[in-house]
């Protein structure tokens, strides 16, 4: 891991860039001289590490201990996108202006994206608990929820896992949410335009986690209230703390 950039915010978190090989990512660390847990979170596929809401978050997070990282994975971000993501992406594109269906298109962009991000995610999760000031336990927090279900089974490292019920979540994971069991906060927002409720509600049913708490919210796709932040940092302390 190779850090190319690094500044002290006004909050007092330090924002650091990196690379790990070909992956760009960004860590935020407290000012606490104590390890501090660490939290993984990432963004809906295909949106940048540096978008403005992950950035918030992330900051919130880190200033209340907690080492925050996430990473542009494949296909995401600036990093290149295959052929076949691009026709996946404009094939999208053109069914929801018709109106058509759009599952299998989604089947067919995700699904890939889910399978080669994973195992970028676990390699620099290895990278990051080698850095001083950071220890376990981890947590994963995200609106990819796709990409969290398939880490909260392969990765015993994490602990606890919030979810954001407002991505497509491919056949694969839908099934693998039953063999998720770690503690979990799942976030609906009631009216969102691109996720059916029923949808996002059997998801939740699915999750084998035996704690398990639904945090619905009215409003839009992005209209998650701000105190959520506050709620997910009280459920990251209670089990990463």
């Not at 001289?33 to 596929?45: E, F, G, K, R, Y």
């Not at 295959?82 to 989604?106: K, N, T, Y």
């Not at 491919?170 to 503690?183: G, L, N």
């Not at 209209?223 to 459920?235: A, K, M, Q, S």
Request: glycine content about 10%; proline content about 7%; aromatic content about 8%.
């Amino acid at each position: 891991m190779h850090f190319t950039s690094e500044q002290r915010l006004d909050d007092g978190v330090l924002e650091r860039e990196f690379t790990l090989g070909e992956i760009p990512g960004t860590l935020w660390t407290p000012e606490s001289a104590d390890p501090a847990p660490l939290v993984l979170m990432s963004h809906n596929n295909g949106l940048p590490k540096a978008d403005p809401r992950l950035v918030a978050r992330a900051r919130y997070t880190a200033a209340h201990g907690y080492a925050v990282a996430t990473i542009d994975a494949a296909g995401c971000g600036d990093r290149p996108r295959s052929a076949a993501a691009e026709q996946a992406r404009a094939d999208l594109r053109r069914a929801m202006q018709a109106g058509e269906p759009v599952d299998e298109i989604f089947e067919s962009l995700i699904g890939p994206l889910v399978e080669n991000a994973v195992p970028e995610w676990r390699a620099t999760l290895d990278a990051l608990l080698e850095q001083p000031g950071i220890g376990g336990p981890v947590g994963y927090s995200g609106g990819w929820t796709a990409l969290g279900i398939r880490l909260a089974v392969a990765e015993p490292r994490i602990a606890a896992a919030g979810f954001f019920a407002g991505g497509f979540v491919p056949r694969a994971q839908r099934e693998e949410a039953r063999q998720v069991t770690v503690p979990l906060l799942f976030l609906l927002q009631w009216d969102d335009e691109g996720n059916p409720r029923q949808r996002a509600l059997d998801l939740f049913d699915a999750f084998g986690s035996k704690e398990k708490t639904l945090h619905a919210n009215l409003g839009g796709h992005t209209g998650t209230p701000w105190f959520e932040l506050e709620d997910g940092c009280r459920f990251l302390d209670r089990h990463l703390k």
